[in-house]
């Protein structure tokens, strides 16, 4: 599993109210990402790191923050959370210069 | 950005049965993934395969990287296989870790 842990693994939570999710490895790998997967839509990528306090954006950015203070501890921050934002959301990092991702188990979210 | 197109969505099959998913993609790309995302929720990295062919057991893919497709073939199918298989690309030219674009993936049931 590449030494991932997501956490929580399930939140529910109220409209408006900030949320926090982390992903955390062992391995010290530098490029570390969060996904978000949908019915209909595959996964999609919300930010990625390339390596301490460097991340950049993803496809579906809007609404979410990162930060990186660690190379073991990607955050994944929703300021103020909208039901649009119930999803799944993976963690993954890459390894070796081919860049083959591997995934976290996943953290379920609902805005109610 | 680059699309990614799955097919079939949805496939049945008896235990025992071949299976072919097809993965079409709408510019060059230097880095090919697939991924198996069991009934459970877990993504597992198959293959990485930007061109070529490569087996691993019952399984194996193809890229033809000049016909912009990827083949994930599955032998002697085994109710284990169920779950949706996602195939993932990057453009090439990429070189800041692996930014992943996702199709939406294909349904596998595979009935004892």
């Known amino acids: 599993d590449a030494g991932i842990t997501q956490s929580p693994r399930h939140k529910v939570t109220e409209t408006g109210t900030p949320v926090t999710l982390r992903c955390h490895q062992t391995e010290n790998h530098r490029y570390m990402y969060w996904y978000r997967q949908d019915p209909g839509h595959g996964l999609r990528l919300i930010h990625y790191s390339y390596g301490v306090k460097d991340t950049d954006k993803g496809e579906v950015s809007d609404g979410y923050s990162v930060s990186r203070s660690k190379t073991e501890d990607f955050l994944l921050t929703l300021e103020s959370a909208t039901s649009s934002q119930t999803s799944v959301y993976f963690c993954a990092i890459s390894t070796g210069p081919r860049n083959i991702q591997y995934f976290g188990a996943g953290t379920r979210l609902s805005v109610l | 950005g680059i699309q990614v197109e799955q097919s079939p969505p949805d496939l049945i099959l008896q235990e025992g049965a071949n299976s072919t998913l097809r993965c079409n993609f709408s510019d060059s790309v230097n880095n090919l993934q697939w991924f198996h995302q069991n009934p459970w929720g877990q993504l597992i990295n198959l293959f990485y395969?930007?061109?070529g062919t490569k087996q691993n057991g019952r399984l194996s893919a193809t890229t033809v990287a000049t016909e912009r497709y990827s083949l994930l073939y599955i032998s002697s199918s085994q109710t284990t296989d169920s779950g949706v298989y996602f195939c993932?690309?990057?453009?090439?030219?990429?070189?800041?870790?692996?930014?992943?674009?996702f199709g939406e993936g294909t349904q596998l049931t595979v009935n004892p």
């Open positions: 993932a690309v990057e453009l090439g030219g990429e070189t800041s870790g692996s930014r992943l674009t």
């Open positions: 395969i930007p061109s």
